[in-house]
């Protein structure tokens, strides 16, 4: 059964970082592709960040060259470190991951990730 569980989130003023860690557990095989999702309420799901298992990442606008997301594959963990944060960044954000290669087009949208985490909520102040 796989199972992710995300930690590190937590209330930070605008400009400063936080680094968000997903540990995942049961997955079958390593081609795994994995991402980061936030959401705030009233508004849709926004993929953030995803890697495939090659560690070819992808980024949304939003958050390029803020947010860097990797990989420690001996400890199953999945990292988002987010720098620069804005209170537009507030929102809870959820690890998600799924089989296989899914390439650029298709590595930001939610159907593409059959398994989620739970979420770890940001709270950026200005």
């Known amino acids: 059964q796989v199972q992710l569980v995300e930690s590190g989130g937590g209330s930070v003023q605008a400009g400063g970082s936080l680094r968000l860690s997903c540990v995942a557990s049961?997955?079958?095989?390593?081609?795994?592709?994995m991402g980061w999702f936030r959401q705030t309420p009233g508004k849709e799901r926004e993929g953030v960040a995803a890697?495939?298992?090659?560690?070819?990442?992808g980024y949304a606008d939003s958050v390029q060259g803020r947010f860097s997301i990797s990989k420690d594959i001996a400890k199953k963990t999945l990292y988002l470190q987010m720098n620069s944060l804005k209170p537009e960044d507030t929102a809870m954000y959820y690890c998600?991951?799924?089989?296989?290669?899914?390439?650029?087009?298709?590595?930001?949208?939610?159907?593409?990730?059959?398994?989620w985490g739970q979420g770890t909520q940001v709270t950026v102040s200005s």
């Open positions: 890697i495939e298992y090659d560690d070819t990442a």
């Open positions: 049961g997955f079958t095989s390593s081609t795994v592709h």
């Open positions: 998600a991951a799924g089989y296989g290669w899914i390439g650029s087009r298709r590595r930001l949208l939610g159907s593409e990730y059959a398994y």
